[in-house]
């Protein structure tokens, strides 16, 4: 059992305290869910109750946290981690060994556990996390839900009571995030042990059933409450965090939420004949949105194809892309979408010159880009990359953002110029002067788009632009881009956010296995199963709401709840 | 790219020894080709070295890249001996017969072309079983071996780890690069090197600050389960010695002591026909 007693704990590198007056109690075996905003505290709660604090992350605090009676300060971090197992949020980080069979029995070997029970253990463990045909796999060699499964067996491996799980949604795809929820869930009924998720994906997380919700908002409790209750207040929406979609509905609808509505899934949700005539009262105020119809294309790729050469030679070709054809329409924001290795990244890095095509035509404006070096293209097509750390090497923001104009031998006064417009335009004008060090990750990110702005191509190719953001910091990055969408630049989003591709994508392309399977509105792809689940999408709540409701046209629906909340809402 | 191990997976009874034989065998028998010029014994290494390559299953084809690679150094090895020192032989035996006249007052002597013949031994006799060290041993078992002949887990762990990452990082860096190159950071021959040498800057910059932040969370995650808590560790991948190993450590032990009895006994490293 976890209980915190009016504990407040500050880092000793900031002025503030992170976590303030916390008084909560976890009973052994419940699944708990701790949401909130970047930045309020839920990954410093985890980090407390694993022992990564005090041990690895040192600072001050006032009152008391035990785990099983115990005060988790005068324990060692070794002492901890045979009671707390924790999953964290970077996945390629947690996956410590060279092969999956060295990493599930990581801890068993520092335990000094030697043969054969190592071995059988691992074998066993396998078994359960179902990763067993893969024991001798490398990291490199796994997906992104093997090797979260390969990170939950790691940590079983120890027998906790209690598993924390930071973020795991996180670099997921829509599917494979459903799955992680379920087996998470499976191992909760199957041990019986104290699940603990930190996570700002509300909705997945709700797939399986959590007993309780704990939100937080700047280092405070401020609900500790079920999911039904929860979801009947206004809490989360203040706090900047995402409702799920339905919920946002049934208020756009002017249903009243109360908690026996069952409403923490869609499946148990009870609505009233009266509910259900509100929402189609509701979808039946639905005006034509007219999406710009766009006629130009900018980018056409024709028959490309793109193998990735093994150098090993025990290793095989893979080819990554298979006859793709697409008209990219100037002024239009497209999201590509598809799981981890279906090819959306390559096709990127096709475009922009980072990989050369086996075969099949690229132009750009009628011009054939094969002939145009990365530094070419680069006039036209702006890459930014998912991480913004990956792409800033100067010190100075002025710098930064100059660094494309100065490269190409620009006069300096023409650099001073393009880059004072590029900075405007991203907000970032008032700290022209700054260190890029002293910047948020949001602001990191603005420096990178503007630092490809400032070369002015025609358009942008943006890797996961919200990865790992919180609705706050996702409304912010998004409507940002749309400014710059509106203003003429195509945009080209490649995402693994369902919400992303409905809310702001005119067309998305779905990629499957290195081949377009899809290419159409949000609304039509989030509501055509077949494509759903032949490219492991996740389908909108909004579509099972419309069902539950009596409204067959569950395109129209969703199309109509974008439109109210673009109208509406985002700007209210 | 390539990987400095790279390990592959055959059946052979070389890949069936365990990895700390394999580590102590090269070390023996380097040492054992490194200490003795006696061409009698340096003559047969080469042989058996090759023909211990062919019983691993290996095809030079594998290692192509490798053994070029070494080629190439030993040639430029023995034409900078020459170059620098064309009589060394003639020092080092003690006897001289000439064979040519050379550049001023040098001479072309058969000791000399007798040393060349024993540098060229050596590396034939050593290159081998060094491809056959590293492919032939899984990475982690390697580290299991560093530890099992007595260096400190963490340091051993340490080589596991740089093994298990290298990968990530090639892939980062490759990344990286290509996105400054597309804001016109020119990497390519066709500017000064200083100017290279400041291009890569703007890569190893974001790569170092990706990297340190990954360490980070790595070592968190290990200590998170339990690395560092008790003084030794036990491997997943150590197997146990068999005969074999015992057998090709003692074969290998033999080697180094006919080196190491041939020097004594003779009271010098170098053997010649003219001695």
Redesign the interface.
């Known amino acids: 059992m976890i209980r915190f007693k009016d504990f407040t704990f500050k880092y000793n590198a900031q002025v503030e305290p992170t976590l303030r007056d916390i008084n909560l109690e976890i009973e052994k075996g419940q699944k708990v869910l701790i949401i909130g905003p970047s930045g309020c505290g839920k990954s410093t709660l985890i980090h407390c109750i ?3 604090i005090p ?2 992350f040192e600072g001050e605090k006032q009152g008391s946290l035990t785990v099983d009676g115990e005060e988790t300060w005068d324990m060692s ?2 002492k901890l ?2 009671k707390v ?2 999953v ?1 949020q ?1 996945q ?3 996956f ?4 999956v ?2 990493d599930l ?11 054969p029970e ?2 059988q253990k ?1 074998d066993q463990i396998a078994e359960v996390v179902n990763i067993r045909s893969h024991l001798l796999h ?3 060699e796994l997906s992104g839900g093997q090797k979260q499964r390969v990170s939950l067996g ?2 079983m491996i ?1 027998d906790c009571d209690i598993l924390l799980f930071d973020e795991p949604l996180a670099n997921l795809d829509p599917d494979t995030g459903k799955k992680a929820i379920e087996l998470i869930d499976e191992i909760h009924r199957k041990t019986g042990d104290t699940i603990i998720i930190s996570e700002h994906r509300l909705e997945d997380v709700l797939w399986r059933k959590v007993d309780r919700i704990i939100l937080m908002e700047e280092g405070r409790i401020v609900a500790d409450t079920t999911p039904d209750r929860l979801l009947a207040t206004e809490l989360i929406r203040k706090a900047g965090v995402r409702e799920p979609l339905y919920i946002t509905a049934l208020k756009y609808a002017g249903v009243q939420l109360r908690p026996e509505m069952k409403l923490a899934s869609l499946d148990t949700l009870d609505l009233t004949e009266e509910d259900k005539q509100r929402v189609r009262d509701w979808y039946s105020k639905r005006s034509d949105s007219g999406a710009p119809s766009r006629t130009e294309p900018v980018l056409q790729v024709r028959d490309l194809n793109f193998t990735y050469r093994s ?4 290793a095989e070709d893979h080819q990554a892309l298979k006859d793709i054809n697409l008209d990219l329409m100037k002024g239009e924001m497209m999201a590509i979408v598809g799981t981890n290795g279906a090819g959306k990244s390559t096709f990127s ?1 096709v475009i ?3 990989e050369n095509c086996d075969s099949g035509s690229l132009l750009l404006n009628g011009q054939d880009l094969k002939e145009l070096s ?2 070419e ?2 006039d036209h097509i ?2 930014i ?1 998912q ?1 913004p ?6 010190v100075m923001i002025f710098d930064e953002v100059a ?2 104009l ?3 031998g620009l006069q300096e006064e023409e650099v001073t110029e393009k880059v004072n417009e590029a900075l405007k335009t991203c907000g970032l004008w008032p700290f022209r002067n700054w260190p890029v060090s002293a910047l948020s990750y949001g602001q990191k990110k603005r420096v990178t788009i503007a ?2 702005l400032a ?1 002015e191509p025609e358009i942008m190719i943006l890797d996961e632009p919200t990865a790992g953001q919180d609705y706050r910091h996702y409304t912010d990055i998004m409507e940002f881009l749309k400014s710059l969408n509106e203003r003429g630049m195509t945009v080209v989003l490649i995402t693994h956010d369902m919400h992303l591709m409905l809310e702001y994508a005119e067309r998305s392309v779905v990629f499957s296995d290195g081949r377009i399977i899809a290419c159409d509105t949000a609304a039509n792809i989030l509501t055509d199963r077949d494509i759903i689940s032949r490219a492991s999408l996740k389908e909108t709540s909004l579509y099972g709401l419309a069902e539950l409701c009596g409204i067959t046209e569950a395109r129209g629906f969703v199309e109509h709840f974008i439109d109210y909340e673009r109208r509406y809402e985002r700007h209210a | ?2 990987n400095l191990f ?1 390990y ?2 055959r059946k052979s009874p070389i890949h069936d020894l365990t990895g700390a034989t394999k580590l102590v065998c090269l070390l023996l028998w380097s040492f054992a080709s490194m200490m003795t010029y006696d061409t009698r014994i340096l003559i047969v290494m080469p042989f058996l070295a090759f023909g211990l390559f062919a019983l691993s299953k290996i095809k030079l ?2 290692v192509s890249f490798m053994l070029g690679f070494t080629l190439v150094f030993m040639v430029l090895n023995n034409i900078l001996v020459f170059l620098f020192s064309p009589e060394h032989g003639v020092e080092l035996y003690g006897t001289s017969h000439v064979i040519a006249q050379l550049w001023g007052n040098h001479v072309l002597t058969l000791e000399q072309l007798w040393y060349h013949l024993n540098l060229v031994l050596k590396y034939l006799s050593s290159i081998p079983i060094v491809l056959l060290f590293v492919c032939t041993t ?3 078992e390697f580290a299991a071996s560093l530890n099992r002949i007595g260096v400190p887990y963490a340091i051993s762990y340490a080589v ?2 740089a ?2 990452y290298i ?2 990082i090639q892939k ?1 860096y490759n ?2 690069s ?9 990497m390519s021959k066709k500017v000064s090197l200083l100017k290279r040498l400041k291009a890569a ?3 190893l ?2 790569l170092i ?2 990297s340190m ?2 360490i980070e ?14 003084k ?7 197997r ?1 010695f068999t005969r074999w190993d015992v057998l090709s450590m003692i074969f290998c032990a033999g080697l180094l002591g006919l080196a190491i009895w041939s020097n004594l006994s003779r009271g010098t490293r170098f053997w010649s026909p003219w001695m």
């Open positions: 694993n022992g990564l041990f690895s971090i070794f981690s045979r197992g924790t964290l970077d390629d980080a947690q410590i060994g060279l092969t069979a060295e029995a990581f801890a068993l070997e520092n335990d000094v556990v030697g043969e190592l071995h691992v490398s990291p490199q790691g940590v120890n150098d090993r030679s025990q890095k922009c010159g980072f990365i530094k293209r680069a702006g890459y990359m991480d750390n990956q792409m800033i090497s100067k660094m494309g100065r490269n190409k630092s490809i070369m | 790219m390539r790279n592959i997976s084809r594998d899984q990475p982690s596991a780890l093994l298990r990968p990530d980062e990344d990286i290509k996105a400054q190159q597309a804001r016109g950071v020119e800057s703007t890569i910059i974001p600050m990706l932040d990954q969370t790595v070592s968190n995650a290990m200590q998170l389960r339990g690395f560092g808590k008790n030794k560790r036990t491997w997943y991948m150590a146990p």
